[in-house]
C-alpha cells in the first residue's frame, strides 16, 4: 500500500509539473506542439495501413503467381505479378496499345510506293544501308516516337532528371579546375592554412561529384530500361494479336529473315543500351565543350580558342575519312549471331527427330559453318578496329596534349595573343623593375593559371574525345536502330496487310500485294465459293495454287470429313479459313467468332502452354476468363473424364501444378487434351486436322460422339477412310490430271455407292483368278525345282541348293507373274533342252 501511495503521488506531482509547464507555454508553440503530435499519430496510422496493405498484396501476388494467372482491370489493363529477389512479388501492369497509335505510327514506318520505285515522303527505301545519314534519322526519330509517346511521361521525366545531373557534373567539374590551381598555388607559397581549407573544399566537392557521377549511370540504366519496355510491349502487341503476326511473320514475310526472337531479345537491348548511352555521350561532352571553351578564351583569348576549334575539325575530318563503316559491320554481326542462335533453337526444338535419324555429325558440320561464318566477321572487324584505335588513340591522347601545352603556354611567351591571362602579364610587365615579391606573385599566379588551364584543357580533351569517339557509337547504334526499325516495319506491314507492288515486269499471279478475296464474319457455318486454295511464297514471289476454286458449304450438323492424299492441300483448307494464308480470290463466310460459340482449330500437332494443368485444358483462356464465364475447377474434370483423362489430376499434384507438359503427356494424351480444350470452349464449329492419329479405336469413337452430343458440327482433316460414319459430307481433294480437282458429296449418296460397287466388282473378278493364281505359283515353283548343270543338262533339286538364292527365286518369279495366262489362253510350253539361256 505503502508503494502503490508513493508511486500515486510521483505521478501526480509529475502531472502538475507538465501542466504548469504547459500553462507558461506560449500559445503559439502549443498549437504547433498538437499540430506535430496529430500528424505523428497519422502518420504512423497511415504506415501501418500501408503496410496490411503491402501483406495483403504480396500473398495475393503469390497466389496469382503460383496459380499463372493475372487481373483484368476496367480500362483493358492487365496486372500480372512477377517474382521479386527483395519483396517476393511486384506487380506489373500491361496496358495495351491502343488502334488509333498503330494507325498513326504507320506513316512513319510504311512509306510502302506510291509509284514504281517511289515511296512515302520522308521515309527510307527499304534498302537503305544502315549509317550516319537521313535514314538513320528517320528511324531513330520513329523509334524515339514510341520510347517518349508523351512529354508527361516516365522517360521525359527520366530524361529532364539526367540532363540536370550532366549539367550538376559539368559545374562541379569547372570548380574541381579552379580548386585544382588555388590548391597548387597554396602549396607552392607555402600556405598551409589556405591549403588545408583548400583540400577540405576538394574532398567536399569529390564526395558530391561522387553522388553525380553515380546518379548519371543510374539515370542511364533507368532510361534504357524504359526505352525497352515501351518497345517490346509495343512489338509485343503488334506481334501478338487477332492479326497474326507471329505467324505471317515468318511464313509470309521475309522482312526479318528466319524468326523475330534475335530482334526482341538481343537487338532491341542493344539498341536501347545505346540510345540511352549516346545522350550521355554526346550531351555531356558537347556541355563542356561550350562551358570550357567559353572559360578558356577568357583566359587564353580568341587566338587560343580558334586553334582550339581548328584541331577539332581537323580531328573530326581525320577520324571521319579513315573510320571504318561501324553501322554496317554492327548490322550484318548482329545477323550472323541471330542465324548462330538460330541454328542451336533448331537443334533444340527437333533434338527428338534428329536423334532418331542419328543426324549429330550433320548437325554439328551446320553448327560449325554458322560460328565459322561468325567467327571470320568478327575477326575482321576486330582487324578493322585495331587500325582505328591506333590512330584514334594517337590524335585523342598524345597529339591533343603536346598542343594543348602550346596553347596554355600562350598567356607566358606570347601575352599579346592571349586573352585575361595575356592581359594580367603585360600589366605586370609594365610595373617597372620587379622586386622578389613581385616575382614570387607573378610566379604563383602563373602556376595557378597554368594548372586551371590544363585542367581545363585536360576536360576538354576528355570531352573532344568522347565526342570523336561518340561517332563510333552512333555508327554502332545506326546499325541496331535499322534492325529494330525493319523488325517494326515489317510487322506493321504483315498487321495491314500493306505489301507493296512487285517491281517485276510480270507480277506474279498470286502475289501479297494483289488479294482479292474477302472474309465474310457473322455467317452460321463455313461457307468457300471459288476460293482457290495457295500456298503464299514469301514476299515478294508469288504463290502456287493447290486446289482449283474451291467451294463448299457446311451448316451447323453437317459434319464434314476432309480426305485424300498426302499434298493434295487438306491442311491448307484449314489455314486459308483460319486466316494464316491469304483469301486471293472469292468468298470466305465464318461464324462472328473464335472460340466459344464460333470455330475452333484444332491443329495436328497439339500445343501445350507454359503454365499449370489447368491452363492446358483451358487455353486459349486464362483462369480469370474461366472465372468470369463462371466455369469451375469441378466442369474441368468432367470435361478431363470425358475424354478418358480424369487421372491427370491427380497423378500430376493438382491443378496448379507447373510442368513442361510436352514431355509429361503422351502422343495420346496430348490429342485428347486437343479434344478436352474442345469440350471445354464448346464452338459451334471445329476444325480437327488429324486429332485422333495417336488414340486407339475405340476412344476415337468415343471422342466424336462427345463432340457431336455437345453440339459441335465437326470439319475433320484425316486420310482414315473409317471416320466416314462419323460425318454426313466428304470433300476429296487431289482430284483431275494435275491434282488440283475436288469433289464434295453426301456420304452414303448414289455416286459414292456407285464407286464403292465398281471397287467390290473389281475385286471380285481378282478373286476369281486367285485358284488359277496358285495353279500357277506350283507350276513355277515345280519349274524351278530344276536348274541348268554343266554340260547343259537338267540336274536334280538337290544339285541345286549350293547355288540358289535369292535371286533365282524372286526375279523369274516377277517375270512369269508378269506374263502369266489367263483362264482359256493356250499355253505354249519351252523345251528346256532347246533354251539357249537359263
Given at each position: ?9 510521483r ?28 500528424a505523428?499519430?497519422?502518420a ?8 496490411r ?10 497466389d ?7 487481373i483484368?482491370g ?12 527483395r ?5 506489373v ?20 510506293p506510291?509509284?514504281r ?12 544501308k544502315?549509317g ?5 534519322l528517320?528511324q531513330f ?10 512529354l ?27 580548386l ?5 598555388r ?21 564526395a558530391?561529384?561522387?553522388?553525380t ?5 543510374y ?5 534504357s ?10 512489338i509485343h502487341?503488334?506481334?501478338?494479336n ?7 511473320l ?31 555521350s554526346?550531351?555531356?561532352p558537347?556541355l ?18 580558334t ?20 553501322g554496317?559491320?554492327?548490322a ?10 538460330a ?5 533444340i ?9 542419328g ?34 588513340d594517337f590524335?585523342?591522347k ?8 602550346v ?10 595573343w592571349a ?8 600589366a ?18 602563373r ?10 584543357m585536360?576536360?576538354l ?5 568522347r565526342?570523336?569517339y ?6 554502332e ?5 535499322s534492325?529494330?526499325?525493319?523488325l ?17 515486269t ?6 501479297l ?8 464474319r ?8 471459288g ?19 474451291l ?5 451447323e ?26 483469301v ?20 495436328q500437332?497439339t500445343y ?31 470435361v ?10 491427380d ?8 510442368k513442361?507438359?510436352?514431355n ?5 494424351e ?17 476444325f ?6 495417336a ?5 476415337e ?12 458440327t465437326?470439319?475433320t482433316?484425316s ?14 481433294l487431289?482430284?483431275?490430271e494435275?491434282?488440283?480437282g ?16 465398281k ?8 478373286l476369281a ?34 547355288i540358289?538364292g ?29 533354251s539357249?539361256?537359263?
Amino acid at each position: 500500500m505503502a508503494a502503490q501511495s508513493t508511486l500515486r503521488t510521483r505521478l501526480s506531482k509529475l502531472l502538475a509539473g507538465y501542466l504548469s509547464l504547459l500553462a507558461k507555454t506560449p500559445r503559439s508553440k502549443r498549437l504547433i506542439a498538437a499540430a506535430v503530435l496529430c500528424a505523428a499519430i497519422v502518420a504512423g496510422y497511415d504506415r501501418r495501413r500501408r503496410w496490411r496493405q503491402q501483406e495483403d498484396e504480396q500473398k495475393r501476388g503469390r497466389d496469382l503467381v503460383r496459380r499463372n494467372s493475372g487481373i483484368l482491370g476496367k480500362d483493358g489493363s492487365y496486372i500480372i505479378y512477377v517474382p521479386h529477389p527483395r519483396y517476393g512479388t511486384t506487380k506489373v501492369v500491361i496496358r495495351p496499345t491502343k488502334k488509333t497509335t498503330f494507325d498513326a505510327h504507320r506513316r512513319l514506318f510504311l512509306g510502302g510506293p506510291r509509284g514504281r520505285g517511289q515511296h512515302a515522303a520522308g521515309t527510307p527505301p527499304p534498302n537503305t544501308k544502315p549509317g550516319l545519314n537521313l535514314a538513320f534519322l528517320h528511324q531513330f526519330l520513329s523509334l524515339l516516337s514510341i520510347a517518349l509517346p508523351r512529354l508527361d511521361s516516365r522517360g521525359t521525366l527520366l530524361l529532364m532528371l539526367h540532363t540536370f545531373a550532366l549539367v550538376s557534373r559539368t559545374y562541379l567539374s569547372l570548380i574541381i579546375a579552379r580548386l585544382d590551381g588555388s590548391i597548387v598555388r597554396d602549396l607552392v607559397a607555402g600556405n598551409g592554412k589556405a591549403f588545408s581549407l583548400g583540400i577540405l573544399k576538394w574532398l567536399g566537392v569529390g564526395a558530391v561529384a561522387s553522388y553525380t557521377n553515380a546518379g548519371i549511370k543510374y539515370l542511364q540504366s533507368k532510361i534504357s530500361i524504359e526505352f525497352r519496355t515501351r518497345l517490346t510491349r509495343y512489338i509485343h502487341d503488334l506481334y501478338l494479336n487477332d492479326r497474326l503476326g507471329y505467324y505471317k511473320l515468318t511464313n509470309l514475310d521475309g522482312g526479318v529473315g528466319t524468326g523475330a526472337d534475335q530482334f526482341i531479345t538481343t537487338d532491341l537491348t542493344r539498341f536501347c543500351d545505346e540510345a540511352a548511352a549516346i545522350y550521355s555521350s554526346l550531351g555531356k561532352p558537347f556541355l563542356d565543350l561550350v562551358v570550357f571553351n567559353w572559360q578558356l578564351m577568357q583566359s587564353l583569348g580568341l587566338a587560343g580558342v580558334t586553334g582550339l576549334l581548328s584541331n577539332y575539325f581537323l580531328t573530326a575530318y581525320i577520324l571521319k575519312k579513315y573510320s571504318p563503316p561501324f553501322g554496317k559491320l554492327a548490322a550484318v554481326q548482329a545477323k550472323k549471331e541471330g542465324e548462330f542462335r538460330a541454328l542451336h533453337s533448331r537443334l533444340i526444338t527437333n533434338a527428338e527427330e534428329i536423334a532418331f535419324y542419328g543426324g549429330s555429325e550433320m548437325e554439328g558440320v551446320y553448327l560449325h559453318r554458322g560460328f565459322g561464318e561468325l567467327k571470320t566477321w568478327m575477326e575482321n572487324i576486330y582487324s578493322m578496329k585495331i587500325r582505328y584505335n591506333m590512330l584514334e588513340d594517337f590524335i585523342l591522347k598524345y597529339s591533343w596534349s603536346a598542343f594543348g601545352f602550346v596553347i596554355t603556354s600562350l598567356p607566358v611567351f606570347m601575352p599579346a595573343w592571349a586573352g585575361l591571362g595575356g592581359l594580367l602579364e603585360l600589366a605586370a610587365n609594365k610595373d617597372g623593375a620587379p622586386s622578389a615579391d613581385t616575382d614570387r606573385r607573378r610566379g604563383e599566379d602563373r602556376m595557378k593559371g597554368f594548372i586551371t588551364n590544363k585542367r581545363l584543357m585536360l576536360s576538354l580533351a576528355d570531352a573532344g574525345g568522347r565526342m570523336m569517339y561518340s561517332f563510333k557509337d552512333l555508327s554502332e547504334l545506326a546499325g541496331y536502330t535499322s534492325r529494330v526499325y525493319t523488325l517494326i516495319s515489317t510487322l506493321h506491314r504483315v498487321h495491314s496487310n500493306a505489301y507493296p507492288a512487285s517491281s517485276r515486269t510480270q507480277p506474279e499471279l498470286y502475289s501479297l500485294s494483289d488479294v482479292q478475296g474477302t472474309i465474310h464474319r457473322g455467317f452460321d457455318g463455313v461457307r468457300l465459293e471459288g476460293v482457290p486454295i495457295v500456298a503464299p511464297g514469301l514476299y515478294p514471289r508469288g504463290g502456287e495454287e493447290i486446289v482449283e476454286d474451291l467451294s463448299v458449304t457446311v451448316k451447323e450438323g453437317e459434319h464434314l470429313l476432309v480426305i485424300g492424299p498426302n499434298g493434295s492441300g487438306k491442311s491448307s483448307v484449314a489455314r486459308v479459313v483460319a486466316g494464316l494464308w491469304p483469301v486471293f480470290r472469292g468468298l470466305v463466310s465464318l461464324p462472328r467468332n473464335r472460340g466459344q460459340d464460333g470455330i475452333m482449330f484444332l491443329p495436328q500437332r497439339t500445343y501445350l502452354s507454359m503454365g499449370t494443368l489447368r491452363d492446358q485444358v483451358i487455353y486459349p483462356h486464362t483462369e480469370m476468363e474461366m472465372r468470369t464465364s463462371t466455369k469451375n475447377d469441378a466442369e474441368l474434370q468432367r470435361v478431363l473424364e470425358a475424354v478418358r483423362l480424369g487421372y491427370l489430376r491427380d497423378r500430376e499434384g493438382g491443378w496448379d501444378t507447373q510442368k513442361d507438359w510436352s514431355n509429361v503427356l503422351s502422343g495420346g494424351e496430348r490429342q485428347r487434351m486437343a479434344f478436352a480444350r474442345l469440350l471445354y470452349h464448346e464452338p459451334k464449329y471445329a476444325f480437327v486436322d488429324e486429332g485422333t492419329s495417336a488414340v486407339s479405336s475405340d476412344v476415337e469413337g468415343l471422342l466424336y460422339e462427345t463432340a457431336k452430343q455437345r453440339g459441335i458440327t465437326l470439319i475433320t482433316i484425316s486420310t482414315r477412310a473409317q471416320l466416314k460414319k462419323y460425318h454426313t459430307y466428304q470433300l476429296r481433294l487431289g482430284m483431275g490430271e494435275y491434282g488440283s480437282g475436288w469433289e464434295f458429296d453426301r456420304i452414303g449418296a448414289e455416286r459414292e455407292r456407285m464407286s464403292i460397287e465398281k471397287e467390290i466388282k473389281d475385286l471380285e473378278e481378282k478373286l476369281a483368278k486367285v485358284e488359277q493364281m496358285e495353279a500357277r505359283r506350283v507350276e513355277i515353283e515345280r519349274e524351278l525345282k530344276n536348274v541348268l548343270v554343266e554340260g547343259g543338262d537338267l540336274g536334280p533339286a538337290d544339285n541345286a541348293q549350293e547355288i540358289e538364292g535369292p535371286e533365282v527365286e524372286v526375279v523369274p518369279v516377277l517375270e512369269e507373274e508378269m506374263y502369266a495366262p489367263s483362264a482359256g489362253d493356250e499355253v505354249a510350253v519351252i523345251d528346256s533342252e532347246s533354251s539357249t539361256g537359263p
